[in-house]
């Protein structure tokens, strides 16, 4: 167990939709990370957040966008889906702004989105 | 320009047989960090090791050991004596100065291994 809690595990929607991901980093972790695993594309870095600031953008689309709140869970919104949306999201937590600063990357078991 | 090259999208052994894993990297940093994450069946990103670009030395732990070679940008991971358990796929990640050290993932080797 990483410690990284994400909800909901599954998640089957339709095209047009919007959703909602959730993920509680560890306890003590300031940065939260999220990934995103396709057939095609793989695992793509999407945005990073330290501290409720957003720190670095990856391949994230316009119509992707994320927060992390006070508590320090953060949330992935996906909205007007298609079915290339279908992946499994990571997130994944560290103490530091920066990978360098621990060592590790925690990440959790994912949610996988189905859009049909 | 892909970053982390896994040239094996597949490797099957029998139980006991030695695999080695191919990784070979990309970047124009003098200082980055080397990953390998395992991905078995149920789908979590489990961390196996980091190593930074200073240090050349091959590390070992238990079965899992792992080569590093800056002179062919190499990062290479051998499973000793497999199990069936190593059944997973396994990826190799690096993250760069010029990237703010985010990870850049290979594309993965599927690993099976047969009872």
């Known amino acids: 167990d990483s410690g990284v809690t994400q909800t909901p595990k599954h998640l089957i929607t339709a095209t047009g939709q919007r959703v909602t991901l959730r993920c509680s980093p560890r306890?003590?972790?300031?940065?939260v990370y999220w990934y995103q695993q396709s057939l095609d594309q793989g695992l793509q870095f999407l945005i990073q957040y330290y501290n409720g600031e957003e720190r670095a953008k990856g391949n994230i689309l316009e119509r992707f966008s994320a927060q992390q709140f006070p508590d320090l869970h953060s949330e992935l919104n996906l909205s007007s889906l298609e079915l290339g949306d279908s992946a499994l999201y990571f997130c994944?937590?560290?103490?530091?702004?920066?990978?360098?600063?621990?060592?590790?990357?925690?990440f959790g078991e994912g949610s996988r989105l189905t859009v049909l | 320009a892909q970053k982390v090259t896994q040239a094996q999208t597949e490797i099957s052994v029998v139980e006991k047989e030695d695999v080695t894993l191919d990784c070979v990297y990309e970047t124009r940093d003098t200082t980055y960090y080397l990953f390998w994450y395992k991905q078995p069946p149920s789908g979590e990103l489990v961390f196996l090791i980091r190593?930074?670009?200073?240090?050349?030395q091959n590390e070992i732990s238990g079965r899992y050991s792992w080569n590093f070679q800056k002179s062919t940008s190499s990062f290479n991971f051998t499973i000793t004596a497999s199990q069936v358990v190593d059944s997973a796929v396994y990826f190799c990640?690096?993250?760069?100065?010029?990237?703010?050290?985010?990870?850049?993932f290979g594309a993965g080797t599927t690993v099976t291994v047969r009872a």
């Open positions: 306890s003590g972790d300031l940065s």
């Open positions: 994944a937590s560290s103490f530091g702004s920066e990978v360098t600063n621990t060592g590790e990357l925690f």
């Open positions: 990640a690096l993250s760069e100065a010029q990237n703010d050290y985010k990870l850049s």
């Open positions: 190593r930074n670009s200073f240090d050349e």
